[in-house]
């Protein structure tokens, strides 16, 4: 059996598997899930009940947690393209900064994607009120990190990278970044250049009236 994806092209979660996958040009199913497949999402569910995707198949295993499936997908399915250093000082420090972008960006970018969800005005402005705060506080430090490196971990583009592409793309949208943090932002842009995360961008792009803060008229 081919390995097949279960996700939606709208997730951010889900984007950071796809551009791993896109990276090694690793042959897989797209299974999304949406009302106009509820075959994939059943599926899903008996595969993975905790209802979080993405959810990676590959024969008989479920592979779930986007870092996971990114460091399988290197031993089992490796490519052209190494997303996990081999030193594992290096590993570490990597492994890191996947960590950060995903708790300290995209954690954030969901609250106050939550708080719209509600409909309730004064939890969207609570949950947003929040999120600026807290990613002002990690764009501060990123700007910092990133002077002088091509990429989130050093000169390689790196599962970190994965991790950060659709967090800072989706955080620019409900807290948008500051010309203040210049390295930053050019950090962001070259995400939006490398190829397999343009390839996310397009595929997502129906969707972006889903987004309940409003998405800008931009990327």
Not at 49 to 68: H, Q, Y
Not at 82 to 100: E, G, S
Request: a negative charge; one cysteine or more; charged letters at 20%.
């Amino acid at each position: 059996m081919s390995l097949a994806l279960y996700g939606h092209p709208f997730s951010s979660y889900t984007q950071k598997v796809l551009i791993a996958l896109y990276e090694n040009g690793t042959p897989f199913e797209f299974r999304s899930i949406g009302p106009d497949t509820p075959q994939h999402a059943a599926e899903w569910l008996q595969r993975w009940p905790l209802r979080k995707f993405p959810l990676l198949v590959d024969g008989a295993r479920n592979v779930a947690e986007t870092s996971i499936i990114i460091e399988y997908l290197q031993l089992a399915h490796p490519g052209p393209v190494r997303l996990l250093p081999t030193d594992p000082v290096a590993a570490l420090d990597m492994r890191f900064l996947d960590r950060f972008f995903d708790l300290h960006v995209m954690n954030w970018v969901q609250h106050a994607v939550n708080g719209a969800l509600t409909g309730d005005d004064a939890k969207r402005r609570e949950g947003l009120a929040l999120a600026t705060e807290k990613l002002e506080l990690a764009y501060a430090w990123l700007d910092g990190q990133l002077g002088g490196r091509a990429w989130a971990a050093g000169p390689d583009f790196s599962m970190a990278d994965c991790a950060a592409a659709p967090a800072l793309f989706y955080a620019d949208w409900t807290h948008p970044i500051s010309e203040t943090h210049g390295v930053l932002r050019a950090y962001r842009a070259r995400l939006l250049a490398r190829p397999s995360f343009a390839r996310a961008v397009e595929e997502a792009r129906p969707f972006r009236p889903l987004f309940p803060l409003g998405a800008p008229d931009r990327d």
